[in-house]
Nanobody, 114 residues
């Protein structure tokens, strides 16, 4: 199983980015994104269950949207209205259906700064 995340970068406050994560090697149920800012613990940003239910951390509600491609192996995180406090390394994850385990992508850095 492999997860490849992309889409991070430097953006000004108020800007937008879209993160992508392509998973391969299995069939996946839940997928989502965590982030880890310098000196802070990793936190769940957005999750998308196999039923389509979504869950967001309060600080990103109304600004971030998680979605999944039709092939079910790619998860996106559309981030609008970015704030400096969104600066972090973003990690995608995916849970396999068979022998359920959680796998992680390598992380992509998002920097929000003027």
């Amino acid at each position: 199983v492999q997860l490849q995340a992309s889409g991070g970068g430097l953006v000004q406050p108020g800007g937008s980015l879209r993160l992508s994560c392509v998973a391969s090697g299995s069939i996946f149920s839940d997928m989502g994104w965590y982030r880890q800012a310098p000196g802070k613990q990793r936190e769940l940003v957005a999750a998308l269950g196999s039923s389509g239910l979504t869950n967001y951390v309060d600080s990103v509600k109304g600004r971030f949207t998680i979605s999944r491609a039709d092939d079910k192996n790619t998860v996106y995180l559309q981030m609008n209205g970015l704030k400096p406090e969104d600066t972090a390394v973003y990690f995608c994850y995916a849970r396999t259906v068979v022998n359920p385990m959680v796998y992680w992508g390598q992380g992509t850095l998002v920097t929000v700064s003027s």
